[in-house]
T-cell receptor, first 115, second 113 residues
Framework: EPEVTQTPSHQVTQMGQEVILRCVPI?????FYWYRQILGQKVEFLVS????????KSEIFDDQFSVERPDGSNFTLKIRSTKLEDSAMYFC?????????????FGPGTRLTVL | AQSVAQPEDQVNVAEGNPLTVKCTYS??????LFWYVQYPNRGLQFLLK??????LVKGSYGFEAEFNKSQTSFHLKKPSALVSDSALYFC???????????FGKGTTLSVSS
């Protein structure tokens, strides 16, 4: 069964450093998403992406964040200058269609620890 | 604004007993409702969704959920719980216009043998 994959599984970085989190969505999916889950809190939407453009973003997704689909398979989330409060589990998801009825399938997540 | 409430932080049931995990929502227009499960150190796994039609939706692993429009609820149920069902369960909603899933805070289900 196709699945979303994410690398690395755990990333440790120093405050102020740039990090890139990588995701490989399900191959025939067209819509991609990033969510985060701070330890002990709810899963929060960051951004959705389609056709090389951001479709929707939350207030969390400020200028420190960017997303990119650098090739036909990868989807990345970059945090330009990490802060302590960026420590969280970051989940990538993909769906086949943008219709709200379609299911988003999630990857296993990348745990980001900012020291 | 859209929101999801899961009023119980934890639900405890004995193996073989029925289980219910509660979810209520607030959204403008018709909701699209989802349940996901998260096992320790794992990602979110899709269980089931309500889009339209029959109010009782059946999903993976014997789970089902009942959509109640008047009560704005979408409770997750299973007739007979298994120890392996122990996990963190998230309810989520999308409206027809948006792309974002809005999640509840999650409910930990603990099934004892």
């Amino acid at each position: 069964e196709p699945e979303v994959t994410q690398t690395p599984s755990h990333q440790v970085t120093q405050m102020g450093q740039e990090v890139i989190l990588r995701c490989v969505p399900i191959s025939n999916h067209l819509y991609f998403y990033w969510y985060r889950q701070i330890l002990g809190q709810k899963v929060e939407f960051l951004v959705s992406f389609y056709n090389n453009e951001i479709s929707e973003k939350s207030e969390i997704f400020d200028d420190q964040f960017s997303v990119e689909r650098p090739d036909g398979s990868n989807f990345t989330l970059k945090i330009r200058s990490t802060k302590l409060e960026d420590s969280a589990m970051y989940f990538c998801a993909s769906s086949g269609m943008r219709l709200a009825r379609d299911t988003q399938y999630f990857g296993p997540g990348t745990r980001l620890t900012v020291l | 604004a859209q929101s999801v409430a899961q009023p119980e932080d934890q639900v405890n049931v004995a193996e073989g007993n029925p289980l219910t995990v509660k979810c209520t929502y607030s959204v403008s227009g018709n909701p699209y409702l989802f349940w996901y499960v998260q096992y320790p150190n794992r990602g979110l796994q899709f269980l089931l969704k309500y889009i339209t039609g029959d109010n009782l939706v059946k999903g993976s692993y014997g789970f089902e959920a009942e959509f109640n429009k008047s009560q704005t609820s979408f409770h997750l149920k299973k007739p007979s719980a298994l120890v392996s069902d122990s996990a963190l369960y998230f309810c989520a909603v999308r409206d027809q216009a948006g792309t974002a899933l809005i999640f509840g805070k999650g409910t930990t289900l603990s099934v004892s043998s």
